[in-house]
């Protein structure tokens, strides 16, 4: 495991901040969005992918693709 794998980060970000606030991102504008605002942790969901790439309902349509897609633009 590197010194700044994402785990580490998160246990980093986790002691540092107690709960940790965490804001849901659905796209790389939101995720810069959060991290200017001082967010240290994002999360992306199935759904959010489906509304927000593919303007979706979110009724099992998206794929694992689909996600793995998003956070690499992330």
């Known amino acids: 495991?590197?010194?700044?794998?994402?785990?580490?980060?998160?246990?980093?970000?986790?002691?540092k901040e107690n709960p940790l606030q965490i804001v849901g991102a659905i796209n790389a504008n939101?995720?810069?969005?959060?991290q200017r605002a001082?967010?240290?942790?994002?999360?992306l969901s199935g759904g959010g992918v489906a509304a927000g790439s593919l303007?979706?309902?979110?009724?099992?349509?998206s794929t694992l693709d689909?996600?793995?897609?998003?956070?690499?633009?992330?």
């Open 1 to 15: 495991m590197s010194l700044h794998s994402p785990g580490q980060a998160f246990r980093a970000a986790l002691a």
């Open 66 to 74: 689909d996600v793995l897609t998003d956070i690499r633009r992330i």
């Open 30 to 34: 939101h995720a810069l969005l959060a």
């Open 55 to 61: 303007g979706l309902p979110d009724l099992g349509i």
């Open 38 to 43: 001082g967010y240290q942790a994002i999360y």
